[in-house]
């Protein structure tokens, strides 16, 4: 069990040093002048020459590197050349909302999916499967933010239950704050939802049909009892993958219904770093959101120990 987790641990740590080495190289090594870039082609020489040595353009690539890993270690994210306060603070004032919205959308994608999932599984062939499987090519084929419109026009122009976009902050209160949150995690769990409620569906009807399955119902356990305690526990591997894959997609992925939704969050700011030309919080938020993803790997890798006790024994 301990070399599985120091083999996944480095695993970890070398993911994120490949990801800072391309985000390094990308953006201030390939051919191009970082402070041309943010000042544009008309900046005066003298501008030009003062953002560079304030980026430290003037040192070597190496050296650049090892003080911006270092910085990241140390939680010195550097200052943002737009907004002129520190990255760090600009990023904590985000994820006090990115990370509710993913989390609130997932635990919505999760609880649709796995009813709809076991649902459609458990009546193969019927109109209750039929049915699941119309709302998920529905769902894998409306934009997220074409539905989040949708959603806007009904509850917030035409019913008035919501506003249109904007976040409170939670200094109003956790109700206005989640008020808030409801419709853009609607509108990003119905896609991931439908998506996961067939991977599930497919996951348990290949459980259904094993020998051990077949066993527990000749021992007189019921219909219901062997689906939820044998059959889904077991068909969870694949699901739980796929979890994480979309939790860290909407972590990384939520620019689109921040901005249909006006919500100061972290994919809005990368958003208007990059029309800003920011390249310094382009560079720290990229880093930071491959670090999110590859943590939420690394604790499904831990899931997966807890439901599958097969896995427990090979580790």
């Not at 076991?118 to 119309?134: F, I």
């Not at 933010?145 to 122009?157: K, Q, S, T």
């Not at 409801?182 to 939802?193: E, F, G, N, T």
Request: no cysteine.
């Amino acid at each position: 069990m301990l070399a599985f987790l120091l083999r996944r641990l480095l695993a970890f740590l070398a993911t994120l040093v490949a990801a800072s080495l391309v985000v390094f190289v990308v953006l201030e090594v390939l051919p191009g002048d970082p402070a041309q870039v943010m000042l544009g082609i008309d900046a005066e020489p003298e501008t030009l020459e003062a953002l560079r040595k304030q980026l430290g353009l003037d040192r070597s690539a190496p050296e650049r590197y090892f003080a911006w890993v270092g910085g990241l270690v140390r939680g010195d994210l550097g200052v943002s050349y737009t907004y002129s306060v520190p990255v760090a603070e600009l990023v904590g004032e985000r994820l006090v909302v990115t990370v509710p919205l993913a989390l609130l959308a997932m635990a919505l994608t999760s609880a649709m999916a796995l009813a709809l999932g076991v649902y459609a599984a458990s009546r193969h062939g019927r109109p209750g499967d039929w049915g699941v499987m119309l709302f998920g090519q529905i769902g894998i084929a409306v934009p997220n933010f074409w539905f989040a419109i949708l959603l806007i026009l009904l509850f917030a122009v035409r019913l008035g239950w919501f506003q249109a976009g904007g976040f409170p902050g939670w200094s109003a209160g956790v109700g206005p704050a989640f008020k808030a949150l409801l419709l853009p995690a609607i509108s990003l769990s119905v896609v991931q939802a439908a998506i996961l409620a067939r991977v599930t569906r497919s996951s348990v009807l290949e459980v259904m049909r094993e020998d051990f399955v077949r066993t527990a119902r000749a021992k007189g356990n019921s219909r219901r009892r062997t689906l939820w305690r044998h059959v889904v526990r077991n068909a969870l591997i694949p699901v739980v993958t796929i979890m994480g894959l979309q939790f860290s997609s909407l972590l990384a992925g939520t620019i689109i219904i921040e901005n249909v939704f006006y919500l100061p969050g972290l994919g809005r700011l990368v958003f208007q770093a990059i029309t800003q030309r920011d390249l310094v919080v382009v560079k720290d938020v990229v880093v930071l959101l491959a670090a999110l993803v590859v943590t939420i790997n690394f604790i499904v890798d831990l899931l997966y120990l807890a439901i599958d006790p097969r896995l427990r024994r090979a580790a």
